[in-house]
């Protein structure tokens, strides 16, 4: 029989793909199921995305790339950053990946390893720490609550600072919270972040779902020099409703893109050429369907928190960004609900 490695008997399944799969096997099997689980915008892909996949099959655009994606690609990522960010990052600066989740391993993968340590302020997003632990590295969390809107401050990433930290994994707007760090509260970061010498992951692939008066920035653009010590993580899957079409993207120093391309090079090739086509129709082209999508998804949550404020025992910030709500159903436990006793949330 063969032996399973340690590493693998390590690594947890992704407990939201996990959840997904549970519920299209309860569906398939008749039974009704109300899936949230995963974190997908549940649109189609808007039309002139689709076509311009349809277009890119038709002229044979269904071979090999470039390793780390087509310079086409990498050069419109390029243009979106200057006209959205006023960020000049050039294509050699940006490598295209399958999904903004493969290129937070990428980074992870040539940045860290055995021995440093990865700070990640909590909640966070089910594959943060597993993906620092693959690499040997240690995932340092620190917990984040309710009352501070479920972000992290400068004076909470210094204390866990040691000489071990590499980096800090940062995520706004945030899932599963919804939080969307303020330019001063990102500010007092990125100034930290300088003075100690530690780099940045920022996973901004919700950049574009915020609501109200609530802005997403770019870290990198936050301080002269902190574009060499910021990888910006995003890709159009939450965006352009493109969770299948497997595109995200990394911005980083050039030195640091090479290394992830040359790993990249030896796991998974060039992402699908077909989606990189239509990645670029969704950068270069009609921008109105991402304020529809924008639109309904804030509906959707006034409508949400509006019932769960109204639910006894419970406890809800409106959320202003992302699609999630985050709720405190801590009242509850160590009492009967549903004929069973509430242990901790996930028995709620």
């Given at each position: 029989?063969l032996?399973i490695s340690k590493?693998?008997?390590?690594?947890?399944?992704?407990?939201t793909l996990?959840a997904?799969?549970?519920?299209r096997q309860?569906?398939?099997?008749?039974?009704?199921?109300f899936?949230?689980?995963?974190?997908?915008?549940d649109?189609?892909?808007?039309?002139h995305?689709?076509?311009a996949?349809?277009?890119?099959?038709?002229?044979g655009?269904?071979?090999?790339?470039i390793?780390?994606?087509?310079?086409?690609?990498r050069?419109?990522?390029s243009?979106w950053?200057?006209?959205?960010?006023?960020?000049?990052?050039?294509?050699?600066q940006i490598i295209?990946?399958?999904g903004a989740k493969?290129?937070?391993h990428?980074?992870?993968l040539?940045l860290?390893g055995?021995?440093?340590?990865?700070?990640?302020?909590t909640?966070?997003?089910v594959s943060?720490?597993?993906?620092v632990?693959?690499t040997?590295?240690?995932?340092v969390l620190i917990?984040c609550?309710?009352?501070?809107?479920?972000k992290v401050?400068?004076a909470?990433?210094?204390?866990?600072?040691?000489?071990?930290?590499?980096l800090?994994?940062?995520n706004?707007?945030s899932?599963?919270?919804?939080?969307?760090?303020?330019?001063?509260?990102?500010?007092?970061?990125a100034?930290?972040v300088?003075?100690?010498?530690?780099?940045?992951i920022?996973?901004e692939?919700?950049?574009?779902?915020?609501?109200?008066?609530?802005k997403?920035?770019?870290f990198a653009t936050?301080?002269?020099?902190l574009?060499?010590k910021?990888?910006?993580i995003?890709?159009?899957?939450?965006t352009?409703?493109?969770t299948?079409?497997?595109?995200?993207?990394a911005?980083?120093?050039?030195?640091?893109v090479k290394?992830?391309?040359?790993?990249?090079?030896?796991?998974?090739?060039?992402?699908c050429s077909v989606?990189q086509?239509?990645?670029?129709?969704a950068?270069d082209?009609?921008?109105?369907?991402?304020?529809?999508?924008?639109k309904?998804?804030?509906?959707?949550?006034d409508?949400?928190?509006?019932?769960l404020?109204?639910m006894?025992?419970?406890?809800?910030?409106v959320?202003?960004?992302?699609?999630?709500?985050?709720?405190?159903?801590?009242?509850?436990?160590?009492k009967?609900?549903?004929?069973?006793?509430?242990i901790d949330?996930?028995?709620?």
């Amino acid at each position: 029989m063969l032996g399973i490695s340690k590493l693998a008997l390590s690594v947890q399944p992704s407990a939201t793909l996990a959840a997904g799969a549970k519920a299209r096997q309860l569906r398939a099997q008749g039974v009704k199921v109300f899936d949230f689980s995963l974190g997908e915008p549940d649109f189609p892909t808007p039309e002139h995305i689709c076509q311009a996949a349809i277009a890119a099959m038709k002229s044979g655009q269904t071979h090999y790339t470039i390793a780390h994606g087509t310079v086409e690609l990498r050069t419109a990522i390029s243009r979106w950053y200057k006209k959205v960010y006023n960020l000049d990052c050039t294509p050699d600066q940006i490598i295209v990946s399958n999904g903004a989740k493969h290129s937070i391993h990428n980074a992870l993968l040539t940045l860290v390893g055995p021995g440093d340590e990865v700070i990640i302020p909590t909640p966070f997003w089910v594959s943060y720490s597993d993906l620092v632990s693959m690499t040997g590295a240690t995932p340092v969390l620190i917990p984040c609550s309710m009352e501070a809107d479920f972000k992290v401050s400068a004076a909470q990433i210094k204390k866990a600072i040691t000489p071990k930290t590499k980096l800090l994994l940062i995520n706004s707007p945030s899932n599963p919270t919804g939080a969307v760090y303020t330019h001063a509260e990102l500010e007092a970061i990125a100034d930290l972040v300088l003075e100690a010498n530690i780099g940045v992951i920022s996973d901004e692939i919700y950049e574009q779902l915020v609501y109200g008066d609530a802005k997403a920035t770019c870290f990198a653009t936050l301080r002269e020099g902190l574009k060499a010590k910021t990888i910006t993580i995003s890709g159009v899957s939450k965006t352009y409703a493109m969770t299948g079409w497997r595109i995200g993207w990394a911005i980083a120093p050039e030195p640091v893109v090479k290394a992830m391309a040359n790993i990249q090079s030896q796991e998974t090739s060039n992402p699908c050429s077909v989606s990189q086509a239509a990645a670029i129709a969704a950068l270069d082209g009609p921008q109105e369907c991402v304020g529809v999508m924008r639109k309904e998804f804030e509906s959707r949550r006034d409508f949400v928190i509006k019932k769960l404020q109204g639910m006894p025992g419970i406890k809800c910030k409106v959320p202003p960004g992302a699609f999630y709500a985050f709720f405190d159903v801590s009242s509850y436990f160590g009492k009967s609900f549903a004929g069973k006793t509430v242990i901790d949330s996930a028995s709620f």
